[in-house]
């Protein structure tokens, strides 16, 4: 019953933004950190970004420190992924996913089904 649907990917050009929302449904969307990852082709999935339940604790990949913000509308279900100053190899699919606690414990236990990033040269 839990679903985690993203949005807002797409083609964007070097040096361009785009911001990814992920909504939830069929949960207590405020009881929960929730996380940001990506997955290149030919790559395994890497660690973005994630939030705690209550925005005030956030943590970043070192390959999108300063350029992507995560934030979250708990009225609106929704975690977002503000990504700035985007480069060709954050090309990647995209993906929210529910941490099992509300401040985070690195361990997810639902997924969307992605959202394709292109960012051209």
């Known amino acids: 019953q839990v679903q985690l649907v993203e949005s807002g990917g797409g083609l964007v050009q070097a040096g361009g933004s785009l911001r990814l929302s992920c909504t939830a449904s069929?949960?207590?969307?405020?009881?929960?950190?929730m996380g940001w990852f990506r997955q290149a082709p030919g790559k395994e999935r890497e660690f973005v970004a994630d939030?705690?339940?209550?925005?005030?604790?956030?943590n970043y990949a070192d390959s999108v420190k300063g350029r992507f913000t995560i934030s979250r509308d708990n009225a609106k279900n929704t975690v977002y992924l503000q990504m700035n100053s985007l480069r060709p190899e954050d090309t990647a699919v995209y993906y929210c996913a529910k941490d099992r606690t509300a401040w985070g414990s690195r361990r997810y236990d639902y997924w969307g089904q992605g959202t394709q990033v292109t960012v051209s040269s």
């Open positions: 069929g949960l207590i969307f405020s009881a929960y950190s």
């Open positions: 939030i705690s339940w209550n925005n005030l604790n956030t």
